[in-house]
């Protein structure tokens, strides 16, 4: 139903910035909620910023102050700016879409993952 594309990954020192995005194939306004995930080596995926329909915003404890989640509806892009980058954001970062299909209940889509690698 949805298709989500990740881009913006790569190498930067310690300190600096980047941005990810998601480019979803349809309409995001209607999506439950959209997130971003992050895999490093050796690690289990862990919940790195999510965002509501709402505008409702959680983040890891790890990013918070550093990491901003947005959407774009009129662009169908969820955005991840990281800032102040630390060798420990390194991983794999996924998109992720919860799609309501019931009352209670979704549907998660995920885009391939970019990669983002921090060096000291």
């Known amino acids: 139903q949805v298709q989500l594309v990740e881009s913006g990954g790569g190498l930067v020192q310690a300190g600096g910035s980047l941005r990810l995005s998601c480019a979803a194939s349809r309409s995001i306004r209607s999506i439950n909620a959209m997130g971003w995930y992050r895999q490093a080596p050796g690690k289990q995926r862990e919940l790195v910023a999510r965002i509501t329909s709402g505008g409702n915003t959680n983040y890891a404890d790890s990013v918070k102050g550093r990491f901003t989640i947005s959407r774009d509806n009129a662009k169908n892009t969820l955005y991840l700016q990281m800032n102040s980058l630390k060798p420990e954001d390194t991983a794999v970062y996924y998109c992720?879409?919860?799609?309501?299909?019931?009352?209670?209940?979704?549907?998660?889509?995920w885009g391939q993952g970019t990669q983002v690698t921090v060096s000291s």
């Open positions: 992720n879409a919860n799609v309501r299909v019931v009352v209670e209940a979704g549907y998660d889509y």
